[in-house]
């Protein structure tokens, strides 16, 4: 039983509030690589001196980062303020295949 288990790891990506595109699409593809492997992803924005201010758009970008993710995962903890940091975990979603094997090996 212990060999066929298989082990979810949760992975961190760190994001800051003013990121360009092209670092923002690097993160994207390691995200999209972690969640294909089947590891819970967990997606932090940092916020630095003034930009506690503005933590509206830590938010806009981890409704984009979701929304990009879409395909790969789900949303399993929404963003959250905690003090300097915005969290939120991805999850990997469950495709049709491993539904019915799991269906298969209950019966």
């Given at each position: 039983?212990?060999?066929?288990q298989?082990?979810?790891?949760?992975?961190?990506?760190q994001?800051?509030?003013r990121?360009?595109?092209?670092?923002?699409?690097t993160k994207?593809?390691?995200?999209?690589?972690?969640?294909t492997?089947g590891?819970?992803?967990?997606v932090?924005?940092?916020f630095f001196?003034?930009?506690?201010?503005?933590?509206?758009?830590?938010?806009?970008?981890?409704?984009?980062?979701?929304?990009?993710?879409?395909?790969?995962?789900?949303?399993?903890?929404p963003?959250?303020l905690?003090?300097?940091?915005?969290?939120?975990?991805l999850?990997?979603?469950?495709?049709?295949?491993k539904?019915?094997e799991?269906?298969?090996?209950?019966?």
């Open positions: 039983m212990k060999k066929k298989q082990t979810v790891e949760l992975k961190e990506l994001l800051r509030c990121i360009d595109t092209h670092d923002f699409n994207l593809n390691k995200a999209h690589e972690f969640l492997k590891n819970r992803v967990k932090l924005v940092k001196g003034r930009e506690m201010a503005h933590t509206e758009n830590g938010l806009v970008l981890l409704q984009k980062f979701a929304d990009a993710c879409e395909e790969q995962g789900v949303v399993e903890k963003a959250k905690d003090g300097r940091n915005m969290i939120m975990i999850a990997p979603k469950r495709t049709a295949n539904r019915k799991d269906n298969n090996g209950q019966n």
